[in-house]
């Protein structure tokens, strides 16, 4: 026998009991298997939510109005990359504010605090915003095994965007001027924004009492860049300065000697020495790309660079990480 059917008022997808049960809809109804429980208070009448913003959502139904998603489920509901990969199962993370009670439930870990930190809307769900939100990395990093690289990855992608966003304000007033002045002009823009946006992560992070992680978010600040464009450039260029070699420009584009023409954009440059590193990632392994890279590697030896393809295993496996950094020392001292 087929459940009877739901009130048109009941959604689509994840729901409240109490709201099944003030529109009349019986216990008895609400214990059919066509309903699955997600947690205590809520089903859904669709597919289990799987994704992040959807475990949110539905999560988000149970909890009170005085609080918000933080730390890493804030930062990932923002599309920041985080120091590691997000299972289907990990927990949300919740903040309160500290005088109010906790919502005790599974695959949620809650935090208190919420009064002192900037709260902000997104997608209709309410998360610490994420300069506090890195800070709050802080607390989880001795759990999880963190390093000052794992932290960077996630803060060079705050300041990045936060630079982007204030070139994107400020744009106009570049936009009458010659070429080369006019991006020398927008890269000036850039970098006073991301040295604001370090100096903010900076003050968040003093603001707080005792935080704990501090020793980490100290030392990754200063280290954090508005162009890197990917966590494995960003763990690269971290590799090489703790290691002591000089620190690299980032995704610089780079003319011929005598002025012909443009030959690539690179992901690392030693600009004195004539060295480039470029990052192998996952998709230069297409043929087009690959095609591309190989066109730029030659054009760029042809002008007399020292091109050195850097792969994910030069970063995480030591022997590896080794003998790329001697190649290095070895080109740049």
Known sequence: ???????????????LFRRARELGVSPERLRRSDLRRITRGV??????????PERARAFALTLPARSAFSHTTSLGLAGYSLPAARGPDD????????????????????????????????????????????????ELAALHRWTVSDLVVTGDEIVARYARDQLALRRQECRWLPGPERSRREDE????????????????????????GKRLLVA?????RHRSKSPMESRARITFVTEGLPEPELNLVIHAQDGSGFLGECD????SKRVVGEYQGEHHADRRQASHDEAKRSLLETDGWTVIPIWAEDVFHPTRRQALLSRLLHLLS
Request: proline content about 11%; hydrophobic content about 40%; overall charge positive.
């Open 1 to 15: 026998m087929h459940p009877a059917p739901l009130p048109p008022q009941v959604p689509d997808g994840p729901f």
């Open 43 to 52: 089903a859904t009448n669709g597919p289990v939510p799987s994704t992040l």
């Open 91 to 138: 927990p949300l993370h919740v903040m309160y504010d500290t005088d109010a009670g906790r919502s005790r439930r599974r695959f949620i870990v809650g935090h208190r605090g919420l009064e002192s930190r900037e709260a902000i809307e997104l997608n209709g769900l309410q998360i610490v915003d994420p300069a506090d939100s890195w800070c709050d990395l802080g």
């Open 189 to 212: 823009i850039a970098a006073r924004a991301a040295s604001e946006c370090r100096a903010l992560l900076r003050a968040r992070l003093d603001a707080r009492v005792r935080p704990r």
């Open 220 to 224: 990754a600040n200063p280290l954090l």
């Open 268 to 271: 690392f440059v030693w600009r």
